[in-house]
């Protein structure tokens, strides 16, 4: 991806292991540290990063740029968020 110098992933085959929580605390702490961070959270069967940072209400903004439609991610403590936990209703799984 162009101008992206580095990809952190935080991967398990099994649940519960903490991979949400270590993900959001690694991206608060590099945002702290001036760095620019984008948390991706595609974890179909309990998304929680919008959760954790308190934004499970939250949409993101969807914005029409000539013939293509934007979308902008939710920012919380500095860290710029994207999560399937957004689009779907929280009673049902995906």
């Known amino acids: 991806m162009e101008g992206v110098k580095n990809i952190i992933v935080v991967a398990s085959g099994k649940g519960g292991v903490g991979k949400s929580t ?25 998304p929680s990063i919008p959760k954790m940072f308190g934004i499970e209400d939250a949409k993101p903004d969807v914005t029409a740029l000539g013939d293509k439609e ?25």
């Open 70 to 94: 934007m979308m902008f991610p939710i920012e919380k403590f500095g860290v710029k968020i994207m999560s399937i936990g957004f689009f779907v209703n929280k009673s049902q799984s995906l």
């Open 22 to 46: 270590v993900s959001a605390n690694l991206a608060i702490a590099l945002a702290r540290n001036g760095l620019k961070v984008a948390l991706v959270d595609a974890d179909i069967f309990g």
